[in-house]
């Protein structure tokens, strides 16, 4: 068994989907932020290392026809195009308790116009499979982030090669704004 090789871009180390390759760097998953990975890595293929977290459960969760083909680390191949990131947002606890959890109707009619930058933490950064908004809903309103789980009024933002959209989360979908 080879212990580092790349299977469509994929970087699959002894066995387990830790990265990909990406332009001129290659993108790990923080669970395996090892010296020695990066070190060969940055050796045989002459890359930057960047570690980011959520990449080996969205690799884990690809099917084996998404990932098939190998090649070896020697090889190059072409670029994988697994540039989407989420970030979430959610109001600063020092924001008044009336602007939380609430439309983006309901805000305005209270008085706190549009969602501003200045007024949100950001409390999670990562990478997705996709840009469907509903996936990403029934992943993160069930899960433990560093505020509370996602919610009304909190903003997703996307990022797909650099380009950012974001989204508000209002009582019954997505509205996008600015930001």
């Known amino acids: 068994m080879k212990k580092i090789y790349f299977r ?7 066995g387990n989907p830790v990265g990909y390759r990406a332009e001129d760097k290659i993108i790990i998953d ?4 090892r010296e ?4 060969y890595l940055l050796e045989k293929e002459g890359l930057e290392v960047v570690v980011k977290e959520g990449v080996y ?13 190998d090649t070896a680390v020697e090889g190059g191949g072409e670029e994988c195009s697994m540039h989407l990131e989420l970030r979430i947002y959610q ?3 020092d924001r008044p308790v009336l602007v939380r ?5 309901e805000r305005e009619r209270r008085g706190f116009g549009k969602p501003e930058r200045w007024e949100y933490d950001q409390i999670y950064e990562g990478e997705v499979p996709s840009l469907d908004l509903e996936k990403i809903w029934d992943e993160f309103s069930r899960k433990e982030l560093a505020g509370h789980s996602l919610s009304i009024s909190d903003v ?3 990022a797909d090669d650099g380009e950012s959209r974001f989204f508000y989360i209002d009582r019954t979908c997505f509205k996008e704004i600015d930001f």
């Not at 959890?101 to 109707?105: G, K, N, R, T």
């Open 8 to 14: 469509n871009n994929v970087l699959i180390y002894f």
């Open 30 to 33: 923080t669970m395996f932020d």
């Open 36 to 39: 020695d990975l990066k070190i």
């Open 156 to 158: 997703v933002e996307l």
């Open 91 to 93: 109001i600063k606890p």
């Open 101 to 105: 959890f609430i439309s983006l109707e």
């Open 57 to 69: 459960d969205r690799l884990s969760n690809q099917t084996p026809e998404m990932m098939a083909g």
